[in-house]
């Protein structure tokens, strides 16, 4: 290791030195906890354990689980040996689950006992898996956990560094197929680092663990937790009523928001009249209505912010009062700027590209030369999204390119192509655009716009069904309305504004 390198290995280190009897996690469901002292003693057996199982430097390791103990233990083990972690969304179907895992090749995976059966049942489409582990509990018909904890092995890495890569999380699905975003080492610090800053996390801090750990917001806010010196409380399914009363018991002080969560622990909280003034800091992605809401309730602040898993979850941040509707000003060790279709930069209070760099810009996408040159052409990652500026340096989101369109339902991103690309498989069917409108539990919803073939019917449920079962039930459409003629424009194509104008309510 360099001098000049810091890894979030070296972090572990660091904290079980400087906070080595404080406990930095605890798993709601069963009450088990370590210290940071025990955390590293752990993550060191495991990784002595993964080191006798062929695992070195820069290869895979999927995990497909939801959060628990033992899937941060993974990150940290990882850490040690210079692996790189690859987590897959447990709600993907099972196709998209093992085009995750063969896209980076994944060596080894750890899985849940509930979602064993997609890769015992597809062990053909992944030639690159050696062998599949427990995660949670040692349950599981898979290899034990417990197997990789024995102790006195000798680990076998190489050197590793801050810009080595860490983390691989694919994302939404350009044109119908998902990219693999590579995090190294320095991006996760960097992101802790501007998170501690910005919202002023302490050892004092409890962070509710609810977002999952394949999901940057999730795994960064657990991260920042432990940097800091603080406690994650995990929880591995979301329920309002429990939450609020963990909030008041357990004394929370910081979450990642996304709609409707804060809406619903506010509403849990106020019938079972519980106490959440604890919560002094939430970030994310909430309406006014429900950010003021809060505000008044708790007495805490809400932050807002911009950013992307290819900005490792961050490119600007501000208190949502500093300038309400805006996503805050620049990070600090980060550049933003606005550009038009020929990269030149805007004027302020005009609408551009939102390009930045720094160090929180990721690796680029895993075996894809030709989209990273595009990506960060002049020097800048483009992030496909639209932004403004006004006169004071805040950041206004303003949508999307029309070639990276992007729907957020609940904070998960979901391309319309890809749902378009399922939706004309359905024989009744013959031409469809998707588009995002306003919901009032989702924030934003799916809509799937549908011509059908001559002589044939659908029913909404019918389509609705259909796509739930070909991928991610998250991406299925909400809505769907039947027209009899989709407008085209001059060329022959579908023209997506004039859809947008005429359907684009829920």
Known sequence: ???????????????????????????????????????????????????????????????LGKNSLEFFLVYGAAARLGAIVLPVNWRLSADEVCYNLNDCQSKIVFADAEFQHILEGNREQLPSVEACYNLKGDLGDALKFTSLLEVGTQ????????????????????????????????????????FIHCMEFTPKDVNLNLLPL????????????????????????????ETARLIEDKGATLFFDFPPILDSILKAAAEDNRDISSLRAIVGLGTPEVIEQFQTVSGGSYYAMYGQTETSCLATIGKY???????????????????????????????????????????GYWGLPEDNAYAFR?????????????????????????????????????????????????????????IGVPDPKWKEGIKAVCQLQEGKTLTAAELIAFVGERIARFKKPQYVEFVSELPMKEDGSLDRVAVKSLYGEA
């Open 1 to 63: 290791m360099g001098l000049y390198d810091f890894t979030f290995y070296d972090l572990i280190k660091r904290n079980a030195v400087a906070f080595g009897s404080r406990v930095c996690w605890q798993e709601v469901d069963d009450g088990r906890q370590l210290t940071f002292a025990e955390y590293k003693i752990r993550v060191d057996l495991l990784a002595g354990g993964l080191s006798r199982a062929g695992v070195v430097k820069g290869d895979r390791i999927g995990v």
């Open 155 to 194: 680990i076998n890495s190489g050197e590793v560094a801050s810009t080595d890569g860490f983390v691989i999380i694919h994302t939404a699905a350009v044109a119908g197929r998902p990219r693999g975003a590579l995090l190294s080492h320095n991006n996760i610090l960097c992101a802790d680092m501007h």
């Open 214 to 241: 394949f999901h940057v917001a999730g795994l960064f806010m657990a991260t920042s937790t432990f940097h800091a010196g603080g406690l994650s409380l995990n929880i591995s399914k979301f329920e309002a009523k």
């Open 321 to 363: 009062d500093d300038r309400p509707g805006s996503a805050g000003k620049v990070i600090m060790l980060g550049d933003v700027q606005l550009v038009d279709e020929h990269d030149t930069v805007v004027a302020f209070g005009e609408v551009g590209e939102i390009s930045v760099k720094g160090p929180m810009v990721f690796m």
């Open 378 to 434: 002049e020097g800048w990652h483009h992030t496909g999204d639209l932004g403004r500026f006004d006169e004071d340096g805040f950041l206004f989101y303003a949508g999307r390119k029309a070639e990276k369109e992007l729907i957020k339902p609940g904070g998960e991103n979901v391309y319309p192509a890809e749902v378009e690309k399922v939706i004309l498989q359905h024989s009744a069917v013959e031409k469809t655009v998707v």
